[in-house]
T-cell receptor, first 114, second 109 residues
Framework: EAGVAQSPRYKIIEKRQSVAFWCNPI?????LYWYQQILGQGPKLLIQ????????DSQLPKDRFSAERLKGVDSTLKIQPAKLEDSAVYLC????????????FGSGTQLSVL | KNEVEQSPQNLTAQEGEFITINCSYS?????LHWLQQHPGGGIVSLFM???GKKKHGRLIATINIQEKHSSLHITASHPRDSAVYIC???????????FGEGTQLTVNP
């Protein structure tokens, strides 16, 4: 079974530039999550989708971050403009249904903002 | 105070030792996850449990709902077990996962 696919694996940008990350969850998984993990900390939820609807985006900095999941499958997360403090690993995860289902994580995108 | 607290933050062991990592939480939960994160970011789900105990190979996870506490045990530890182990809880249905800060485990040969 294919896992959660993320790209790119690494991204280096300068502050004030824009960046986009892509995630393809496991086929059939209705729930998709984007997490931000700053070095030395646990992941922090940015946004949770159920199919193509947003369930929770309360911790998403909406002035610069946006995410969409058109057609309820792939998802993109965008940062515009990036700040130094956005340097982190951005993790995508999916699960079959609700949050008490087993999670499957992608390998993450390591973002460095210079 | 964080909703999910892990201890210890760092743990160094010799190969073969029995290892315990603890997780305490302060909210009502529907499930607790133990995750393993290797250098480079990849996260693997080890266990998801809502009661009792689960075992997979050398790994054992237990949870005590009344005490709001879970433990992850590794028997006969090996250097390849070196990783960050993260505890995460999901609250009542529909609420987000809350993650602990992780425990960095290093197993020396």
């Amino acid at each position: 079974e294919a896992g959660v696919a993320q790209s790119p694996r690494y991204k280096i940008i300068e502050k004030r530039q824009s960046v986009a990350f892509w995630c393809n969850p496991i086929s059939g998984h209705a729930t998709l999550y984007w997490y931000q993990q700053i070095l030395g900390q646990g992941p922090k939820l940015l946004i949770q989708f159920q199919n193509n609807g947003v369930v929770d985006d309360s911790q998403l900095p909406k002035d610069r971050f946006s995410a969409e999941r058109l057609k309820g499958v792939d998802s993109t997360l965008k940062i515009q403009p990036a700040k130094l403090e956005d340097s982190a690993v951005y993790l995508c995860a999916s699960s079959l249904g609700a949050e008490d289902e087993k999670l499957f994580f992608g390998s993450g995108t390591q973002l460095s903002v210079l | 105070k964080n909703e999910v607290e892990q201890s210890p933050q760092n743990l160094t062991a010799q190969e073969g030792e029995f290892i315990t990592i603890n997780c305490s939480y302060s909210v009502g939960i529907s499930a607790l996850h133990w995750l393993q994160q290797h250098p480079g970011g990849g996260i693997v789900s080890l266990f998801m449990l809502s009661s009792g105990k689960k075992k997979h190979g050398r790994l054992i996870a237990t949870i005590n709902i009344q005490e709001k506490h879970s433990s992850l045990h590794i028997t006969a530890s090996h250097p390849r077990d070196s990783a960050v182990y993260i505890c995460a809880v999901s609250g009542t249905s529909g609420s987000r996962l809350t993650f602990g800060e992780g425990t960095q485990l290093t197993v020396n040969p």
